[in-house]
């Protein structure tokens, strides 16, 4: 199990540092469509709750300390 999770890490890792605003972008995308999804009405609790927002915040978070630490 921890070997795979080591092996995981390395391919993210190799990933990433090719594509270091890949995790931004991703994050800017999420919080924009949270912005849209406030003026459509009825759209339950995925509007309401702004969760692709905060999502989009941490995500992109993430991506700015791989992008300084790769």
Do not use: C, Y
């Given at each position: ?20 605003g ?44 791989l992008?300084?630490?790769?």
């Amino acid at each position: 199990m921890g070997q795979k999770l080591n092996e995981l890490v390395d391919r993210l890792s190799e990933f990433f540092a090719a594509r270091k605003g890949l995790l931004v972008i991703i994050g800017i995308a999420l919080v924009i469509v949270n912005a849209l999804l406030q003026f459509i009405p009825n759209i339950g609790w995925l509007g309401t709750t702004d969760i692709l927002l905060h999502l989009g915040i941490v995500i992109a978070l993430i991506g700015v300390m791989l992008a300084w630490a790769l």
